[in-house]
């Protein structure tokens, strides 16, 4: 099986797990083989989530094919594609109910920890000497904007903390301080216009969600077609 294929059925399988968990979800418990007629409905009902969920498998699925011609290393681009869709339903949910789950960063920590045992398959001393520089990175994350989210009232929450905290072990710390930063710039550059454009107010809060997956596929996009990977 090509590193392309690979690739692609990885951003597929995601992709169709997400579609049913942000789409497909019953608070009503109906029996699972309703799930993809919910799914259905709730892309209908939904049609800028819809949006999100399909321009963030877009983006996944060119990148699946520039790093399978590539031929990146599998462990590699799993994570990232595994990430970039996982995003899209962190996204949804934030906007909907304001809160990042941490059902699925758990699902998200379980899957890298998954994939650390296939990169240790691959090359230990590599993999235990990269991972040592993720996590640093990840705790570092997590007490300067841990700090920040005790020492303001509003904005940022300890699920947009542990959210970003995850991107260096799935993108590296190079790749992923790179995203935290376009993601705030991208979440400023949004507070602006709502705020001159008077579409929110200045106690409203943001979500800062969807400015990460913006943040992070723009890193990924411009690392892959304008510079480099690694």
């Not at 877009?58 to 290393?73: C, I, M, S, T």
């Not at 959210?163 to 590296?172: E, N, T, Y």
Request: glycine share 10%; with cysteine; net charge positive.
């Amino acid at each position: 099986m090509t590193p392309v294929l690979v690739n692609v059925l990885v951003v597929l399988v995601v992709g169709c797990v997400v579609l049913l968990e942000c789409f497909g979800y019953d608070a009503h418990g109906e029996g699972r083989r309703h799930s993809v007629a919910r799914a259905r409905r709730g892309l209908h009902d939904s049609p800028r989530a819809a949006g999100v969920l399909g321009a963030t498998v877009v983006v996944a699925l060119a990148l699946a094919v520039a790093w399978g011609l590539e031929d990146l290393p599998l462990p590699f681009t799993t994570r990232l594609l595994v990430l970039v869709v996982a995003l899209a339903a962190v996204t949804v949910a934030d906007v909907r109910s304001g809160v990042v789950p941490y059902l699925y960063l758990g699902v998200l920590g379980a899957v890298r920890v998954v994939v650390y045992g296939w990169e240790l398959l691959v090359d230990a001393p590599a993999t235990v000497l990269v991972a040592r520089g993720e996590i640093v990175t990840a705790v570092i994350v997590v007490v300067v904007l841990g700090l920040v989210r005790l020492t303001q009232r509003g904005g940022l929450g300890w699920g947009d903390v542990w959210i970003l905290a995850l991107l260096p072990i799935f993108l590296g710390p190079r790749l992923a301080l790179l995203s935290i930063l376009a993601a705030f710039a991208v979440a400023f550059g949004f507070s602006l216009w709502a705020l001159i454009s008077r579409r929110k107010g200045r106690r409203d809060s943001f979500p800062l969600a969807p400015a990460i997956l913006v943040g992070v596929c723009a890193v990924l996009l411009y690392a892959t077609f304008g510079g480099a990977t690694s």
